[in-house]
């Protein structure tokens, strides 16, 4: 069975850092691209970054560009993704998401298997 | 940036009725088009790909249609558990979501 387990949220000041983490199984791990999705509470969903299988092909929503890094260690089954310069507008939940594929482009990013989320509060 | 559009926001359906959800694209998307449903407090599951391919382990009872901007996914006779929020993602360029459909118990 896929398991992603989320960890690290937490509530934190604009203007801090935070790192995600997401441990993986029931799978193999390196043969699937990675990614981040968050939701506000009540709210819809947003594809937050991507990560391909080798970690050599990442991109970012341009919401978060420049602030945020996903990385990934495939020894490890973890996904990573470090969050800097916080803005309350980051507040969500942060869900781990498998694609269906190894590799990552513009198109043909798909979601099969959910973590069950950690959730950032990013307030004063 | 590919914009996702719902609708209705909420839909009110007896048990053993059909429910049929709608979601439009401010491009054409293909037949690049996957639904999900998210119960309360759970993670989203995805449906639908390939605007009408069902994924594992999900009922006949659940078929998506369409192509280009235009796309429906229909809920034959609901059930209990169908009760959810439904979500349409495109994955043609950049992945983007609906609002979402919640469907509740009329």
């Known amino acids: 069975e896929v398991l992603l387990v989320e960890s690290g949220g937490g509530f934190v000041q604009p203007g801090r850092s935070l790192r995600l983490s997401c441990a993986a199984s029931g799978f193999s791990f390196d043969d699937y691209a990675m990614h981040w999705v968050r939701q506000v509470p009540g709210r819809g969903l947003e594809w937050v970054s991507g990560i391909s299988w080798s970690g050599s092909n990442i991109a970012y929503a341009d919401s978060v560009k420049g602030r945020v890094n996903i990385s990934r260690d495939n020894a490890k089954n973890s996904l990573f993704l470090q969050m800097n310069s916080l803005r309350p507008e980051d507040t969500a939940l942060y869900y781990c998401a498998k694609d269906l594929i190894p590799q990552m482009y513009a198109s043909g990013v798909l979601f099969d298997k959910w973590g069950q989320g950690t959730l950032v509060n990013v307030s004063p | 940036e590919i914009v996702m559009t719902q609708s209705p926001a909420s839909l009110s359906v007896s048990p053993g009725e059909r429910a049929t959800l709608s979601c439009r694209a401010s491009q054409s998307v293909s037949n690049d088009l996957a639904w999900y449903q998210q119960k309360p407090g759970q993670a989203p599951r995805l449906i639908i790909y390939?605007?009408?391919t069902r994924a594992t382990g999900f009922s006949d009872r659940f078929s998506g249609s369409g192509s280009g901007t235009e796309f429906t996914l229909t809920i034959s006779s609901l059930r209990s558990e169908d009760f959810a929020v439904y979500y349409c993602?495109?994955?043609?360029?950049?992945?983007?979501f609906g609002g979402g459909t919640k469907v509740e118990i009329k």
């Open positions: 993602q495109q994955y043609n360029y950049w992945p983007s």
């Open positions: 390939g605007a009408s």
